[in-house]
């Protein structure tokens, strides 16, 4: 169902009003998915969501509580055919797809929380598989569509997908941090072979939010805690809605000449080493923000 144009939503400054947007990785209304979804459909966007197997349920009601309730279609984006049958299924709904979230990772336990140096080839391939190959999978099985969609010049369709920062090593996320650092390249090497079709590919890396996916890592508290303590802008483990802004743009004309990009949203802390907490309080100019658990907006 496509979204009415909301009065009160948010406003068309991104020219979303009446575009088609796939949307992958919603799980519940934590997942940092879900809060796109909404987002796009109150800028006017129709949206699509995917989820499968065992979980699907799960999509399918945080797909009904959105401001428009959505339909899900089944993705694993590991099996070929579900790669297959959803390329058909969007070609045959909308002909043309104008951007993808890619919002998708999953590693067994043995690949992640301090068992890196015992990790089967098999257990890390799978997390090298979702996290990562999946990007090119998703990337290349819709690429037909997105050379169909978009609008700003020779812009087409956009594709978002969302990283962890990945310049260094971080204790627990062990083969999910391989596979994010390779996600980075596979989002470049998308931006270098889809270019000439107008096809952009660009990631948001997040900082630390709750989610069953950011749960999953053991350490995450320990991550959250000194994202919130040190981050320049501060931090809120418990918003991801923040997260929104950087994917909207991105999906949007507003980023017609970028692909192949990072760009970073949170709160600044891949910028600093010491954090912000040893700068203490500047001169004349008060307090650094501190959104620590606390939403402050
Ligand atoms: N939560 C964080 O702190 C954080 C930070 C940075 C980046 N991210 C990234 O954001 C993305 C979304 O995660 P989230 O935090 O919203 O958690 P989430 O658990 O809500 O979402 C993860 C999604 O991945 C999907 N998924 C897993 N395996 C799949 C498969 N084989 N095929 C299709 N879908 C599959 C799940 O169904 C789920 O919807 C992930 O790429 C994650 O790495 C999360």
Redesign the pocket.
Known sequence: MRASRDPHGVPDLLGFSGRRYLV?????D?????HTARALQEAGAEVLL???GR?RRI?EAAASGLPYPADVLE????RPEDLDALTKELERRWGAVDGVL?????APQSALSGNFLTTSVEDATLALR??AF?LHSLTTALAPLLREGGGAGAARGSVV????DSSGAWPGYDW?GVG?ATLGAVCRYLALYLGHSGIRVNLV??????????RAVST?DRI?DRWEQEAPLGWS?AD?ARLVGPVLFLLSDLAATVTGEIVHADGGMHAVRMGAGAVGEPPGIGAPPRAGKEDRS
């Open positions: 992958t990785g919603v799980l519940n934590d997942s940092i998915a879900w995917t989820g499968f979980t999509t993705l694993d984006v590991t890619h919002a998708i990772a999953a979702t996290a999946s997908g969302l990283d962890f999910m994010k890396a997040a900082g630390p939010v709750e989610t069953v996916a950011g995450f959250a483990r991801p």
